[in-house]
């Protein structure tokens, strides 16, 4: 006869469960210890997953592949825009450090959000003279193979950053292509889709994607728009007025759009007085300072005006009001370096929806609900990104896979006597 177990013992962990935990728990330090080394890398793949997946849904439902779409995604969106955000960074830093110096706390700051400082000082030197002057490794000795050492240095950032870039691209194009089943997986793991647990990480979701792919789009949109206002310039400015590194300039007012209020004034304006001290200086006339002037209305008007008035209200996310993500975007790249722009606005929303779906109920005590409490018109409500999600689901095309079976398979072997297919039947 057994022995009755007491209520205590029954709820002590066992032997082999406590065992189990502790091998768990030392799991995730590894894994914890392996994301923590690798931010940039798992928060810029999270970023290109979360801008672009509206656009692999849409292309999900033309093509009716996961794999495919998730590919066109990729090379189309993703890579051009990391290649474009590293270049863009190396330039600014190369046009930086000629101006001032390294030793400069604006060349500093520039290194610090660009990931530049990470490279040792004279990895930098070599960077930017050979990003300058690609000839140069050839002046001192005439050979590329006597400034061979040179080269390698001078290239280690570049190769560490495509690498970076790649496994970036391949962590987004793998969860673009595997979102489902990532989900499916999660929700069995936090216990069902009625939970708190998964109120809470739904409405991060939905709040991820609207930020990051809203901005994204309004980012792309601001920064065309100016790269061809600032190349007009130049094309009908009178000789000895030009607007510096068009590319750059166009790609940095992109960026500062995502500030609330400022928007490209922190690029344009100076561009502007650049363009009137090259007027001044060069005693040109007062014909020159009349087109300053005018050019100043118009990037106004184009950079400033219509990106608020028109497009920000139809391309960026409507769920967060851009203020509250405003010191996210501000604090974030000097706090953690150029991935802090993409690290800061995801910490944000995990807190936002923490205080609106779970913070309530901790401090009073109360059962928690997996509904928002608090600030209801901040975030997404769970409840509509629940029925979105199942909306979804049911127009989203289901691709057979080699692994599925058909319908002849499932009669494959369901042609034997009950007796053949169980061989326990006869058994008593």
């Known amino acids: 006869m057994d022995r009755p177990t007491s209520g205590l013992e029954g709820r002590l962990p066992t032997r082999s469960r406590t065992a189990w935990w502790a091998f768990v728990l030392f799991l995730g330090a590894v894994v914890a210890y392996v994301v923590g080394s690798f931010m940039g890398l798992v928060v810029l793949g999270v970023f290109g997953y979360y801008a672009t997946r509206p656009i692999c849904v849409r292309l999900r439902s033309v093509t009716g592949s996961r794999q495919l779409a998730a590919t066109l995604t990729a090379l189309s969106v993703i890579v051009p825009i990391l290649v474009l955000f590293a270049v863009a960074g190396l330039r600014l830093f190369q046009t930086v450090s000629e101006q001032f110096g390294d030793g400069n706390v604006v060349g500093r700051l520039i290194a610090r959000i660009t990931g530049v400082d990470a490279l040792s000082a004279e990895q930098r030197e070599q960077l930017v003279s050979l990003l300058s002057n690609p000839t140069s490794v050839l002046d001192a000795g005439g050979s590329l193979w006597a400034n ?6 001078a290239l280690q950032g570049v190769v560490g950053g495509l690498f970076l870039l790649g496994l970036a691209t391949t962590l987004a194009y793998f969860l673009l292509a595997n979102d489902d089943d990532v989900s499916e997986g999660l929700v069995e793991l936090i216990g069902g889709r009625d939970s708190t647990a998964y109120a809470y990480a739904i409405a991060v979701d939905a ?16 920064a065309i728009l100016a790269t061809v206002a600032y190349a007009v310039t130049n094309l009908v400015a009178p000789p000895g007025l030009q607007v510096p590194m068009v590319l750059v300039a166009g790609f940095l007012t992109g960026i500062a759009s995502l500030i609330p209020v400022v928007v490209g004034k922190v690029v344009y304006v100076p561009i502007v007085a650049s363009l009137g001290f090259q007027a001044v200086s060069g005693d040109r006339g007062d014909g020159s300072l009349v087109f300053v002037g005018a050019v100043l209305v118009a990037y106004v008007l184009l950079l400033d005006v219509l990106p608020q008035s028109f497009l920000q209200p139809y391309l960026s996310g409507r769920r967060i009001d851009p203020i509250l993500l405003l010191f996210a975007y501000l604090i974030g790249p000097i706090l953690f370096g150029w991935y802090g722009i993409f690290l800061m606005p995801i910490l944000f929303v995990l807190v936002l ?6 913070l309530p109920e ?8 997996p509904e928002a409490t608090v600030a209801e018109d901040v975030g997404t409500d769970p409840k509509d990104a629940h029925a979105g999600e199942e909306e979804f689901q049911r127009d989203d095309p289901q691709p057979t896979t080699e692994s599925e079976p058909g319908p002849e398979a499932e009669f494959e072997f369901d042609t034997g006597p009950e007796a053949d297919r169980n061989p326990n039947a006869d058994r008593s």
Do not use: C, K, M, Q
């Open 207 to 222: 709040d991820l994607e609207s930020v990051f792919f809203g901005n994204l789009l309004f980012v792309v949109a601001s």
């Open 148 to 153: 061979l050492g040179t080269v390698v240095t």
């Open 362 to 369: 901790l401090l009073d005590g109360e059962r928690i609900r």
């Open 353 to 358: 929806e923490a205080i609106r779906i779970v």
